[in-house]
């Protein structure tokens, strides 16, 4: 499967971005899916998760619920709405699929397909 995330850009502190990940060449619906970011100079950072029918999520403790991840099997689409941005936010963020779907992971390595990220620049 085949991953893009888009919707990021320039944004001032308080404001919102929804992030969106597109899928293509398989169906998502049988992944578990997940966002990460990636700040420069740091590592890659898990963000939030969703289960493959959207029942369950789960999110970094830094997202403190100004995040909500959520999915549209019909439109091979995962989304991140990101609300109440903060300068600390500003990172390339990811999109993963997780082709075990027992639990829903937060550690980057178990994911089996990524997609090219977006940049979120939130300035002060």
């Known amino acids: 499967v085949q991953l893009q995330a888009s919707g990021g850009g320039l944004v001032q502190a308080g404001g919102s971005l929804r992030l969106s990940c597109a899928a293509s060449?398989?169906?998502?619906?049988?992944?578990?899916m997940g966002w990460f970011r990636q700040a420069p100079g740091k590592d890659r950072v898990f963000v939030a998760a969703?289960?493959?029918?959207?029942?369950?999520?789960v999110y970094g403790d830094f997202v403190k619920g100004r995040f909500t991840v959520s999915r549209d099997n019909a439109k091979n689409t995962v989304y991140l709405q990101m609300n109440s941005l903060i300068p600390e936010d500003t990172a390339v963020y990811y999109c993963?699929?997780?082709?075990?779907?027992?639990?829903?992971?937060?550690?980057?390595?178990?994911?089996?397909?990524w997609g090219r990220g977006t940049l979120v620049t939130v300035s002060s």
């Open positions: 060449g398989r169906t998502i619906s049988s992944y578990n």
């Open positions: 993963a699929a997780d082709r075990s779907t027992l639990t829903l992971r937060t550690s980057a390595p178990w994911y089996d397909y």
């Open positions: 969703i289960s493959v029918n959207g029942g369950r999520t």
